[in-house]
């Protein structure tokens, strides 16, 4: 039988739309990381990079995409980072609730 998974409150408050992006991570110590933004949200991102991203640590995002006329960059702190493979990390980004992209 499989166990139904429930997310606390706090996580998935907003849609997320799948985007694919390539991305830049400015972390504290000024260094820049290369990403690949897999989802956007208003509050926040799920971002895709070769390095991982210490949890609770504040970045900005930098990206372009079609949805948007010039290049996205935000603020935001470091959710949670997870090890997908050898090589590979799985960060999400929360943006804040006053730092809120806008679809418009």
């Given at each position: 039988m499989v166990e139904a998974y429930s997310l606390?409150?706090?996580r998935?408050?907003?849609?997320?739309?799948?985007?694919?992006?390539?991305?830049?991570?400015l972390l504290e110590d000024s260094s820049r990381l290369p990403s690949i933004i897999r989802d956007l949200s208003v509050r926040g991102s799920?971002?895709?990079?070769?390095?991982?991203?210490?949890e609770n640590s504040n970045v900005k995002v930098v990206f372009n995409s079609s949805l948007f006329t010039s290049p996205?960059?935000?603020?935001?702190?470091?959710?949670?980072?997870?090890q997908l493979s050898r090589r590979l990390y799985q960060?999400?980004?929360?943006?804040?609730?006053?730092?809120a992209v806008s679809f418009d």
């Open positions: 606390p409150l706090w998935r408050s907003y849609k997320r739309f799948p985007l694919d992006a390539s991305g830049v991570l799920g971002i895709v990079s070769d390095t991982p991203v210490k996205v960059e935000k603020t935001a702190r470091v959710a949670w980072c997870r960060a999400g980004l929360d943006f804040g609730p006053g730092n």
